[in-house]
């Protein structure tokens, strides 16, 4: 199985930007499906985006379509969320997740079958 570990969390302030990187180690990278979520304090886990095994196809929470990119780069295990124009509302606890292949579409944290640890982001104003 695929094991996760975020990091490029810390504290910016608003406007900022971060880049969060996502590395994975045993199973194969490169037949995952690829998520990024988070979690505020006293919030639900929140769906932000997928990348498909090959990263030919993303998908992105309307809330944060033009701001986020998500990418992979299958040679380094890796998959990264560019998050730009920080707000303090972004603050959360930011998570990675592997999937089946075939769910590169789902926004359903419960389809993801392995989680980092996660990498705290918070935004001052």
């Known amino acids: 199985q695929v094991q996760l570990v975020e990091s490029g969390g810390g504290l910016v302030q608003a406007g900022g930007s971060l880049r969060l990187s996502c590395a994975a180690s045993r199973g194969t990278f490169s037949s995952y499906a690829m998520g990024w979520f988070r979690q505020a304090p006293g919030k639900e886990r929140e769906f932000l985006a997928t990348?498909?095994?090959?990263?030919?196809?993303?998908y992105y929470a309307d809330s944060v379509k033009g701001r986020f990119t998500i990418s992979r780069d299958n040679g380094k295990n890796a998959v990264y969320l560019q998050i730009n124009s920080l707000k303090v509302q972004d603050t959360a606890v930011y998570y990675c997740?592997?999937?089946?292949?075939?769910?590169?579409?789902?926004?359903?944290?419960?389809?993801?079958?392995?989680w980092g640890q996660g990498t705290q982001v918070s935004v001052s104003s």
């Open positions: 990348i498909s095994w090959s990263g030919d196809r993303t």
């Open positions: 997740a592997a999937g089946p292949s075939w769910k590169c579409d789902t926004r359903r944290s419960d389809e993801f079958n392995f």
